[in-house]
């Protein structure tokens, strides 16, 4: 396992960042350039050409909120996403399943997750997208989190390497090396290399880091398999920024004492304005108040806002570190003559995380020690789902709206933005499409393919939602909500994107409606459409 493993010296050659702010400012202000550009600018359009079928490249990260990029409204330093979204498509509206085993079953295999089970042991009972692309003659590669049963190397990928389980310890998943403390853990858990597996895996590289090593992987599969003729499929699912938080002590530097200077409340106004400015959000979109369990940053102590903005800066330093991880992808593509012919997706499991805990084994550990064990924390979370209510594991949008970036050259308009509403069940269909493949006719979802072409298509609705005690139906416009012992809850998204006003009392007859749609489809426990 010595040659998977991440060196600093020999493998991160990072390009170097200006201050973190004012160079997401500059970003920013490129992609509005951009955006006014007319359209005599863009390229011309080129339709599929099934004998020159695309590479794909699938990358979803961990417990992201839907404005911690720069392209969607974020401060973070994020140039290598930012320049896939001023060059390809974004998705102003794109859904998850709140929660990630949850998202992983439907993501991998096209369905609605209760029709084919989610937890950490589960055997997916439908083909994973890994076994219909190699069945359609792709190349099928995967690094990183899976979060299920058997292992990706069982399920239809030629190449693996990663977590199988949920988070992990990102300097050090498995037990303690040499005279190094024990890492800061939930449990123990489960990787796998191609057919191995390990409980623990114990890397013995002292620079270890998870976002390194799976990016390290992904870079010798491009490599290894550049001369073959046959098109690959390759899915990157980083842990990162998902606690806990780790991050080195340089990476952390670069963001410390910005958050700490404008507390949560400002940062929320701050990323909306932005949003607005760069015309990110959907028509309507309002900011709603701070989360009434978050305090409001001004009743903080100054004493304890250092390590509030520790919090955020290290969460902050992780993203950052997995936008250069994904810039080295980008680069090794261009390098082995594939990028051309290469779509890449870009998205998050689920909304910020509200876990507020420090599990850290000894207390006081900064996020670049093994002992560290921090969380984001709800009043962050709130900051990073802004401008929508709410966090992983509800359905409510702030748990559910992911960014979503498409990038294929020549393919999608550069610089645009689409209204039309994705969720992941669309991922099988659209990959299957690219690929010239047979669909499944049993696939809830729909093939994006002519979405991030510019072409109009109608969607399939409604789209479902459950996970723990929240569950959600929306059909169009209408969207219905139920959290825990909360009465439905009702909200006309195309007028109040953001759930800020409760419609269910003067529209009983629409509660009554999908209500009693949504309990259809959760008693149905059949694949068929």
Known sequence: MQHREMTAKSCCRYRSASTAFHACILALSLITTMH???QAD?????????GKRPNIVLIMCDDMGFSDIGCYGGEVETPNLDRLASEGMRFRTFYNNAKCEHTRASLLTGHWWHHVGASPTVHY??????EKMREAGYRTLMTGKWHAGQTPYQR?????????DGCCNFWNPGNARGQEPTPARKKVRRWADDDQEFLPYTPTDPDF??????????MAYLEEYRNETKPFLLYVAYTAPHYPLHASKSDVAKYRGKYGQIGWDQLRKQRYTRQKKINILPSGAKLPKRDNSVPAWKTIKTEDRDWWDLRMATYAAMIDRMDRNIGRLLDKLAETGKAENTVVFFLSDNGACSDSAD?????????????SYLTQGRPWANASNTPYRHYKTTDYEGGTRTPMIAHWPGHIEANSITDHPGHLVDFMPTMLELAGFKRDASLPGQSLAPVIQGKKTARPWPLYWQFGKSKAIRDKNWKLIKHGSKDWELYNLAEDPTETENLAAENQEQVVRLATAWQAWWNNQSKTP
């Open 156 to 164: 239809g990928f030629d190449r693996y390497y990663g977590l199988t």
């Open 36 to 38: 006014q550009k007319s």
């Open 42 to 50: 863009t390229p011309k359009i080129v339709p599929v050409d099934i």
């Open 359 to 371: 599990r850290s084994t000894v207390k006081g550990s900064m996020p670049w020690e093994v002992t």
């Open 209 to 218: 880091y998870t976002t390194d090593a799976f990016t390290n992987q992904a």
């Open 125 to 130: 009972s439908s083909p994973t997208f890994g």
